[in-house]
């Protein structure tokens, strides 16, 4: 028999609040390392990097006698000196005209030598690869003696295209490697796209291969250039004339057994520094782009 407490409904259980979640404490993973751990040795190692620079800039504007810590009164006589008395301005257009022609030579040749050896097969490549590896093992000054006996031959000593040529001869087997690795990394089907649609294999390169290799040609040429920017050996050893110097010869000349003029030598270290800075200030973005996709094996 139903009862009236049985057809009553039964109250429906009242349910507790949750408590409220509290937020977890963040616990310090053993990955990961306090800022002040990364910005003090990065900001020891800016002083260290930072104060030869403020010291030849130190020497350069300061007046010449002063001991002072700051270029106060600021002076561009050492600027004046070096680029009117010591030829600098001679040095300087020397070593652009250097630069320049080691950049061209070498990007062409080495882009040349780069598709050959990226799109064809042939019995001694890998032999050959292995040769432009070893010779980055050869120190220049080994290869004197061997490029003066030729140049001699040829009537080239005393001659600007003697170091462009030695330049361009140190800088060919890195460079090519560089550009190899470049073209690997372009899919060989849109060349047959090209070559179906009625291109040939030279335009086929101009037009589908080439403009993706800006990077690798930023960094190829820039490489060559700061290279041959800043080499001194070749440049003292074929170059006699003093017309014929670049700058790296000019700031060996500032300096003697007997003194040194140290206010000089600073300010044609910041001319010879500053065109580098721009042109790197300029590139950076592809030069970093261009380094970091040779590097990968396509």
């Known amino acids: 028999m139903i009862t009236k407490e049985a057809t009553e ?62 270029p106060w009164p600021i002076t561009f006589d050492h600027f004046e000196k070096v680029w009117t008395e010591r030829a600098f301005g001679t040095y300087f257009e020397n070593s652009v005209y250097v630069g320049l022609a080691t950049l061209v030579m070498t990007t062409l040749v080495a882009l040349a030598g780069g598709y050959a050896l990226a799109r064809f097969d042939f019995k001694v490549k890998n032999a050959f690869m292995l040769a432009l590896l070893c010779s980055q093992f050869v120190p220049g000054a080994l290869l004197l003696v061997p490029l003066f006996e030729i140049f001699a031959e040829l009537k080239m000593i005393n001659s600007l295209g003697s170091v462009i040529i030695a330049e361009t001869v140190f800088q060919l087997p890195l460079s090519m490697i560089l550009i190899s690795n470049f073209i690997k990394n372009v899919p060989y089907s849109l060349e047959e796209a090209a070559w179906v649609d009625g291109c040939n294999r030279l335009t086929a390169f101009r037009i589908v291969v080439l403009p993706l290799l800006r990077p690798g040609l930023i960094a190829v040429g820039s490489f060559a250039f700061v290279h041959s920017w800043n080499h001194f050996l070749f440049a003292l050893m074929f170059l006699n004339n003093q017309d014929k110097q670049t700058i790296p010869v000019g700031l060996n000349t500032l300096m003697s057994a007997d003194s040194v003029d140290l206010g000089a030598l600073a300010a044609g270290g910041i001319i010879a520094a500053v065109p580098v800075v721009i042109v790197f200030a300029f590139i950076q973005k592809w030069l970093i782009t261009g380094f970091s996709a040779g590097a990968v094996k396509g």
């Open 9 to 70: 409904v039964a109250p429906a259980p009242v349910r507790e609040a949750p408590e409220p979640v509290r937020p977890a404490k963040h616990r310090r993973s053993w990955d990961e390392v306090p800022r002040w751990h990364i910005y003090l040795p990065l900001s020891v190692y800016l002083v260290f990097t930072l104060i030869p620079f403020y010291w030849i800039l130190l020497f350069a504007l300061r007046p010449a006698g002063s001991t002072s810590l700051v």
